[in-house]
């Protein structure tokens, strides 16, 4: 994982130098105020949440409005899919975590309107609805479609269990945006947290509870029209 998050970091770095050496200084539509963008990446689960699922993935859109020439609303949605460790998938069990996000951001331009490289800070409320499902080997079945190119015996697999709730959270970040003509190519990086409800194993109402609370990092990369 590490490995993976510093070759990210190079290729961010690199990239950002690459944008300020050769983006042109105004060639992006300045006079746009609606803005729509469409991107997507890694996720890095955070805390507690690393020691059970994967980094995940996923897709993010979002549209947004300038109310001036260095402040901005946005609403963002976002879907990300983490799969289970390794170590979690003991016996027959395996599981994996998905979340529906929407966020209603503002926008701080950190450069100047008429600049090639855009540089920015987000910030916001938001709701996450989050789901865990379980899954277990049940058998084997014989699976035969050519336009599947399959024919065999597979093992078929059902959700035992799943939990999923809707969640209030809130993201801090920032992003670079490099201007071409009529588009912007963007990295953003934000963090968001996320409040759960705590969680009684058993009937038993002086069990112990756990926390539901998380925390997770996606590194988008989209472009912005």
């Not at 300045?30 to 993935?57: E, I």
């Not at 963090?191 to 109402?205: L, M």
Request: hydrophobic residues 40%; glycine residues 12%.
């Amino acid at each position: 994982m590490q490995s993976g998050k510093s070759f990210i970091t190079a290729a961010v770095v690199a990239i950002i130098m690459l944008g300020t050496a050769f983006a042109p200084a105004k060639a992006f539509a300045q006079d746009r105020k609606y803005h729509f963008s469409l991107g997507g990446g890694p996720t890095f689960p955070l805390g507690a949440v690393s020691d059970t699922f994967k980094m995940g993935w996923g897709p993010a859109f979002g549209a947004d409005v300038d109310i001036t020439d260095r402040v901005g609303v946005q609403v963002e949605y976002a879907y990300r899919y983490f799969e289970l460790e390794d170590a979690h998938q003991i016996g027959l069990l395996s599981a994996h975590h998905t979340t529906h996000q929407i966020d209603f951001n503002f926008l701080g331009e950190l450069t100047p309107k008429d600049a090639g490289v855009r540089a920015y800070v987000v910030a916001g409320p938001g709701m996450y609805y989050r789901t865990v499902a379980i899954t277990q080997y049940e058998g084997s079945g014989l699976v035969c479609d050519p336009y599947l190119y399959i024919c065999g015996s597979y093992p078929i697999e059902s959700i035992v269990g799943d939990r999923s709730q809707w969640d209030f959270g809130f993201d801090v970040g920032g992003g670079v945006g490099f201007r071409f003509e009529g588009v912007e190519f963007y990295i953003e990086s934000r963090y968001h947290y996320v409040w759960g409800k705590d969680i009684t194993p058993g009937p038993n109402a002086n069990a112990a509870s756990y926390s539901t609370n998380a925390s997770y990092w996606p590194l988008t990369f989209g472009f912005r029209f």
